[in-house]
T-cell receptor, first 115, second 112 residues
């Protein structure tokens, strides 16, 4: 089975711009979660989508948003980029059914640099 | 108190020794616990999941869960230099709708 894929792998943006990141989950997985990882804050939960609905949300400003499509692919968007948004953005997928639904598998991540 | 806490390390062990990594969590009703390994510059890789009290073994890895003490640990037997990585503990917080919350990670260094 193919793993979780994320595009693009690297991005350089300027302050004030917006960015859209994409994630394709493992085939059959219906839940997609997004995380931000920085050296100082570690791995922080952004949001989770299941069946095109946001099921959970972390403590991030409204500039961070996401969506999920009917094929379970997901996108996250960051508007009005700030220098502090520079991070590794990780997407993880899970089956979202029963106890094992919470075994999440990560994609390779998108490294975002804001200048 | 942080929801999931780990010793940040670094933890240094000689090759062939047992490495012991610890994690405590705050949510008493949590039911799902995970250990991830992250090499520098890579994404986290799931290595163990545990759902009930006791030990769970997979090769050189043993996860131990004690729900009464809200404590989960990972033992790595016969540590190898290739085990050098950051180990992340993650807990599914049922009281927050099932969010998966990660600890800060413990950096492990296995010296040849």
């Amino acid at each position: 089975k193919a793993g979780v894929t994320q595009t693009p792998r690297y991005l350089i943006k300027t302050r004030g711009q917006q960015v859209t990141l994409s994630c394709s989950p493992i085939s059959g997985h219906r839940s997609v979660s997004w995380y931000q990882q920085t050296p100082g804050q570690g791995l922080q939960f952004l949001f989770e989508y299941f069946s095109e609905t946001q099921r959970n949300k972390g403590n991030f400003p409204g500039r961070f948003s996401g969506r999920q499509f009917s094929n379970s692919r997901s996108e996250m968007n960051v508007s009005t980029l700030e220098l502090g948004d520079s991070a590794l953005y990780l997407c993880a997928s899970s089956l979202a059914g029963g106890v094992l639904s919470y075994e999440q598998y990560f994609g390779p991540g998108t490294r975002l640099t804001v200048t | 108190q942080k929801e999931v806490e780990q010793n940040s390390g670094p933890l240094s062990v000689p090759e062939g020794a047992i490495a012991s990594l610890n994690c405590t969590y705050s949510d008493r009703v949590s039911q799902s616990f995970f250990w991830y390994r992250q090499y520098s510059g890579k994404s986290p890789e799931l290595i163990m999941s545990i759902y009930s009290n006791g030990d769970k073994e997979d090769g050189r890895f043993t996860a131990q869960l004690n729900k009464a003490s809200q404590y989960v640990s990972l033992l790595i037997r016969d540590s190898q230099p290739s085990d050098s990585a950051t180990y992340l503990c993650a807990v599914n917080l049922l009281n927050q709708g099932g969010k998966l919350i990660f600890g800060q990670g413990t950096e492990l260094s296995v010296k040849p």
